[in-house]
């Protein structure tokens, strides 16, 4: 694997989400492979899981691992070009190109900025990332992809499903939020789960939620929460801001929050979100408390999606 910037980066999905559960079972099987190899983190944004599973992984790989929190522990960073450098301090070139010459694998959270839909879903950002680091590198959340934190729900999927033998029917459902947030956790999901064919997928959001076409391609879409968790076996509840109205919130009440009432439509599904969640505001106290409740295990799935995508690059190094 050169690069791991989107599902496209990997040749079966079912291979890598196979690979990933025996590596589970043997996290220190490759203790070698990163002898002398250091992957760098970078953030652009916060992180609590991406940050901390990504160590792990590497720690489990025998890696080195440095971690930079740009804002608070760097210089101000140009992203555009061509303009006099007049409030920021250093350019991305220098600081991408110079990031990855201290590593072998440089992997980089990016969010969107919500406010120019044709800079964000064109990856303008990540694209220069990827142009200039002279090492692979591996998306840790884009402007509009979080792959991670999708290989790690597919892989929490396949563990509850006996490897999809048992056929499910995933429902992921918009939820409310006070903030505008992106759409990369969606898009990818919705990318993954497509490529599942045992999956019985289906998107519920209201009105003026749709995601970009492309990643609706062949997926079932209601503005019906309710009909669309009925027989559900999963519930994935997110949040995203509008891609039509971009990055507005365009709906405030609170009736598309995820509760127990809900939940009892459902084939006694499993309750499923990327984190951090808002108590009480996506979802309710009782459902995430709830025995149905996997956020953990998927927190807990990011190491192993993060130590075979590392895993891979460094066997292709
Ligand atoms: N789910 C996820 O990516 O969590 P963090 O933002 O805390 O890394």
Redesign the pocket.
Known sequence: MKNFFSIKDVVNVYDIIKESILLKKNPYNFQNIGRNRTIGLVFFN??????ISCQKAAFNLGCNVWTLDIKNDSWKIEMHDGGIMKDTQEHIKEAISVMSIYCDILAVRALPNLLDKNYDYKEILFKKILYYSKVPVVNL?SATL?PL?SLADVITIAEHSSFFKKKSKVVLSWAPHVNPLPHSVANSFSQWITKIRELDFIITYPNGYDLHKKFLHGVKISNNQNESFKNADFIYAKNWSSYLYYGKIIVHDFKWMINQEKMKLTNNAKFMH???VRRNIVVEDSVLNSKNSIVLEQSKNRIYAAQIIFLKILQSL
């Open positions: 916060p992180s609590l899981r991406t940050r959340e979080h934190q990327c984190l951090p």
